[in-house]
């Protein structure tokens, strides 16, 4: 069956970095669309970033310029790394799978496939 997997959360100070990672199985990783999204407490779930079948990406203006997503499809595997975090950036962090080429779904609801999330911390 579909797994994904994240890891790489913690804790870390503002002006610090992170690297998430993505780990998945059970479908053609290469052919979807692929996205981590974050939900902070209290909040909505909310898209950080995108990366379509052909690496398109497409990034929140909230983290345009500190985050980069990728995806390295030899060893099915979607990343964030994450640079000059902010308090703000705290929330659970989460992947998800598209079952299309291009990430057209406008909220996470079109998303087939989710992680069960990893933790990030930004204190000030």
Same mark, same amino acid.
């Given at each position: 069956?579909?797994? !994904?997997?994240?890891?790489?959360?913690?804790?870390?100070?503002?002006?610090?970095? !992170?690297?998430?990672? /993505?780990?998945?199985?059970?479908?053609?990783?290469?052919?979807? /669309?692929?996205?981590?999204?974050?939900?902070?407490?209290?909040?909505?779930?909310?898209?950080?970033?995108?990366?379509?079948?052909?690496?398109?990406?497409?990034?929140?203006?909230?983290?345009?310029?500190?985050?980069?997503?990728?995806?390295?499809?030899?060893?099915?595997?979607?990343?964030?790394?994450?640079? &000059?975090?902010?308090?703000?950036?705290?929330?659970?962090?989460? /992947?998800?799978?598209?079952?299309?080429?291009? /990430?057209?779904?406008?909220?996470?609801?079109?998303?087939?496939?989710?992680?069960?999330?990893?933790?990030?911390?930004? &204190?000030?």
């Amino acid at each position: 069956q579909v797994q !994904l997997v994240e890891s790489g959360g913690g804790s870390v100070q503002a002006g610090g970095s !992170l690297g998430l990672s /993505c780990a998945a199985s059970g479908y053609t990783y290469s052919t979807y /669309c692929m996205g981590w999204f974050r939900q902070a407490p209290g909040k909505e779930r909310e898209g950080v970033a995108t990366i379509g079948r052909y690496r398109n990406t497409m990034y929140a203006d909230s983290v345009k310029g500190r985050f980069t997503i990728s995806r390295d499809n030899a060893k099915n595997t979607l990343y964030l790394q994450m640079n &000059s975090l902010k308090p703000e950036d705290t929330a659970m962090y989460y /992947c998800a799978a598209y079952r299309g080429p291009y /990430c057209t779904p406008e909220s996470d609801r079109g998303y087939n496939y989710w992680g069960q999330g990893t933790q990030v911390t930004v &204190s000030s």
